[in-house]
């Protein structure tokens, strides 16, 4: 069953529960755990939704802000991390 996600909030919970069981996975000894620390997992997971948003909206970041229901400076945050 696919998941319809709508918000900016559903979005990260997704992103950070993904980054969350893959430490998971690699402190419990998980033989395939993904060798990525937590941070760098959410850094790259937020990175990519921002970019996704900025191709959609032609590089607008005010507009790109509005969709991802973040404020513009927030935005620039994490394009520049």
């Not at 696919?2 to 980054?19: G, P, Y």
């Not at 993904?34 to 997971?45: H, K, S, T, W």
């Amino acid at each position: 069953m696919e998941t319809k996600v709508e918000t900016k909030t559903d979005i990260l919970a997704v992103v950070e529960r993904i980054a969350y069981q893959a430490t998971d996975a690699a402190l419990k000894g998980d033989p395939h755990p993904i060798p990525v620390p937590y941070p760098v997992i959410l850094r790259a997971a937020k990175k990519g939704i921002v970019r996704a948003l900025l191709e959609h909206t032609g590089w607008n970041q005010s507009r790109a802000a509005e969709l991802g229901g973040l404020n513009r400076a927030t935005l620039r945050t994490i394009t520049r991390s």
